[in-house]
């Protein structure tokens, strides 16, 4: 059942899954290849069952030659119905598979779910193929295997490492270096700024303006020259149309594996340490520094010149005042304990209601 | 009184609205036409007064052949004196009008004006001209009379419907479908998208990239393939630079009459339904889902994998926990109820003033 | 020490600032030529040392030709030890330099500062080179010596002023007027607008499109058309992926001086005075009033028809639902003073912790 539902016939429904006319596709591979991909344990059907699996799909939806995945006691039902040829799942719902189905055992469901949808979908490499509407400029260092996609503009003697795709419309800063196997999309900015390998920009990312620095002037503001660049470490993604301005006197520096969502702001001289999580529309302001392992939830805003420790999380529009201890947990509007806030909730919707009964 | 004031001659002063020089400007109309367009009653000036309409206007600069419009008693004395040669207004002011001036009575004043204003300056019509500068890909499909601007890049397999408009350096994705009469403005990213009928996209929106999807791995976070489409139901608008990313497993659908402000997220899986309003720079997370005619005000945030009703009216800053019933107004960060959120505010003001003295 | 460090030889290394490969520079300038432009005092250096400087750097990194710069107390100890040639400094810490080292004395040390690092480090001037691949309209006023990069875009009828630069792929609208010596980046879009002298637009930028307008009606939301304009006063900056929506029936007006940081949003008919500063994702809704010298912190929101007075400051993450006077610092959502701010915040903690502890 790889065929792909046409929109037309289906209105109201879910495209199906990977659907190969917007999806990169790879496969089929067998259950031996899986399993090692996956690194799950393989425990096959009890009732026969396929050996070659041609992509993934929902529970609800897959057919024998798919993979489907079941992390949560809330969908066993859909589990006991499923017509998925193999299933991904923890240890403990690992008997609950129907006959015809196999399964995956692993520890880490989701992260085997990631690497075996990863092998069917693979991100689409580079085709090496340089648009003639691109603009390149002089001394322009392209790697092997470098795709510019079409209007893309080059600035002088930026370097692009081998396999990186440049996107249609995406602004490359002069000097500018980026490193192998980044992915440039789509009308993203980037000025001023290094990038290690493997780095993902999404669309209309911007990279290397500069921070909000000014000066009170007899006759106005005036502007504090933004000398420094934007450093974006190995396999650091930015989402879609967040900002990242360089730094005043010295970098704004994102560290290696640290994921950042869309909308998203980062000041001057910010620094964040290595695999930190920043969701979206959160902002942190110049020269604040996060250790490795922070999280960062939505909405969230944290003042300049502050430093949050390592694995310290900081709750959704939570509003950072001072510094956070490593490991701590923090939330509200200005920040504190996750505990201390919701005590303070319910405290005042006591008070509350009882001023409202005497009154 | 249809001449359009210079810019250097009138320092400081508002440019007359619709100036011709930026839009786009029909008529003159009849009374008759416009008592037809608008949906209102015409209630003809008493003392002759013009029967040819040749645009709109504020009251306190429209002239005899001009229609203005007054919703708010606040501003009678303007009506009193106002040279308009028509104006839109409720049933209660009906009778305030000068006597040079007709009045075009409705019960939904709004409404009538947004019609009457629509009549004298249309959207502009698509040119049908594909700009030479443009790339568009293999089996593109263009409909009859699709405007196509500078710079624009169409993928291979792009379905475009007839009437559309593709604005400067939009990118439009490999296998995108955009239905009829769509307006994509300039720098629009679409990709991994369907869209239907007269949905217009505003400068900087980013359509269909990766939700943010990852699992932890023993050497930083791996990627979960992000397999679904955005499906943008008929007539849904979306403001500029805002980002709705795709699904991961399933679509991410926005209903049909929908209109999201500037800088709204909107994360992967998520649904809303007809006709909600999502003001600017509100968050939606993964996979929650909004009824019918929901209201998200601005700044508010909704955390992920919650329900909210129909009708319901999330407050400005809002932080949304949890469910909320339809028909429901909530305020505050938890969500509350309206009441009792100011009832709090209106309890912790006098608790803190009382300590104030007593200390 | 004017060389340039190599990113390959120093791993982990913050970049020298102003890398001679990003940015632009000027020079050398002789001490006397400093003090004119920084408007601060000289106070030679008692051991001999330079008369002649290259450029800028920080304290523990500049070297015999470069100009530093103290302003905090903190930083006393890197002034002992700094290898600076001369050090712009406030009058308590002017007998603070070492002997080698010649101090620039200022009551204003980081605007003295602003003025020496932009004379190092000028904004580029205009290379006067119109991009072949950019696309002009027809009736387009081009002044003097402008720069239009490479894809942009300028409609039918624009002017654009003597020195002003237009950046790759910006999409400047018909009949738009843009000032003598503005600059703007990648990827703005401006449409519907009249700009002054001097104003800068981030990459990015949204300037101009529809406000969020519209009407009920029996089969969905019908649009208001947007008939005004945006005005940028002279000298205005708006920050990357910043939103500014055109008036509805008069214009949106920033004024002069104003300084807008990254992903704000700006509602239809808003009026800011001169030189305010809104801060990054801070949102004012439509036909809000800003006076002069407001500040708007990060995250704030305004409520739309509301005013700010003269000199006002607006905290972060504020939530502002009603006017809000002249010189007043509130804070808080819905917004409050200050200090009933904190006393609330106290307030609350205190009762909180004696009703745990009584339970």
Redesign the interface.
């Known amino acids: 059942m790889s065929e792909v539902s046409s929109?037309s016939e289906q209105p109201g429904q879910?495209?199906r899954?990977?659907?190969p006319?917007?999806?990169h596709r790879s496969g089929p591979f067998t259950v031996e290849q899986l399993a090692e991909v996956s690194g799950a344990d393989f425990a096959p059907a009890k009732a026969g069952g396929k050996s070659l699996f041609r992509g993934?799909?929902?529970l609800h939806v897959a057919g024998p030659d798919e993979v489907s995945f079941l992390d949560n006691r809330r969908y066993l039902p859909l589990l006991a119905e499923t017509r998925a040829g193999a299933v991904i799942l923890g240890p403990a719902f690992a008997d609950k598979c129907p006959e015809a189905t196999a399964a995956f055992v692993s520890k880490?469901p989701?992260?085997a779910?990631?690497?075996v949808?990863?092998a069917?979908?693979p991100?689409p490499p580079s085709t090496g193929f340089c648009?003639p509407?691109a603009?390149i400029g002089k001394n322009v260092a392209l790697g092997e295997n470098v795709q510019v996609?079409?209007?893309a503009?080059i600035g002088d003697?930026a370097h692009i490492g081998a396999g990186s795709i440049i996107?249609?419309?995406a602004?490359i800063?002069?000097?500018v270096?980026i490193g192998e196997r980044c992915r440039i999309?789509?009308?993203v900015?980037v000025?001023?700024a290094?990038l290690g390998e493997r780095v993902t920009l999404?669309?209309?990312a911007?990279i290397g303006?500069?921070g909000?620095g000014?000066?009170?002037?007899p006759a106005?503001?005036?502007?504090?020259?933004q000398?420094?660049?934007v450093?974006l470490e190995d396999?650091v993604e930015i989402?879609?149309?967040s900002?990242i301005?360089r730094?005043?006197?010295?970098?704004t520096v994102i560290g290696?594996?640290t994921?950042i969502?869309?909308?998203v702001?980062i000041?001057h001289n910010a620094r964040l340490g290595?695999?930190c999580?920043v969701?979206?529309?959160a902002?942190i302001?110049g020269s604040t520094e996060l250790g490795d392992f922070v999280t960062i939830a939505?909405?969230a805003?944290l003042?300049g010149h502050i430093k949050i420790g390592d694995k310290a999380r900081v709750g959704?529009?939570c509003?950072v005042m001072s510094d956070v201890e490593a490991g701590a947990d923090v939330i509200g509007?200005?920040a504190?304990p996750f505990r201390?806030f919701f005590?303070?909730?319910a405290?005042?919707?006591?008070?509350?209601a009882r001023?409202?009964e005497s009154s």
């Open positions: 929109f879910d495209t899954p990977g659907d006319r917007f999806f993934v799909a929902p880490s989701y992260l779910w990631a690497r949808a990863s069917f979908h991100a648009h509407s603009v996609g079409p209007c503009v003697g996107g249609a419309h602004s800063g002069q000097s270096e999309h789509d009308h900015t000025s001023h290094r999404f669309p209309g911007r303006q500069d909000f000014f000066a009170v002037g106005g503001f005036e502007t504090v020259p000398l420094g660049l450093v396999g989402g879609a149309n900002t301005d730094g005043s006197m010295k970098d290696a594996g994921r969502d869309n909308l702001q000041g290595r695999c999580i969701v979206s529309q902002g302001s939505a909405q805003g003042i959704a529009q509003g509007s200005p504190m201390e005590r303070n909730v405290t005042l919707r006591k008070l509350s001023k409202t």
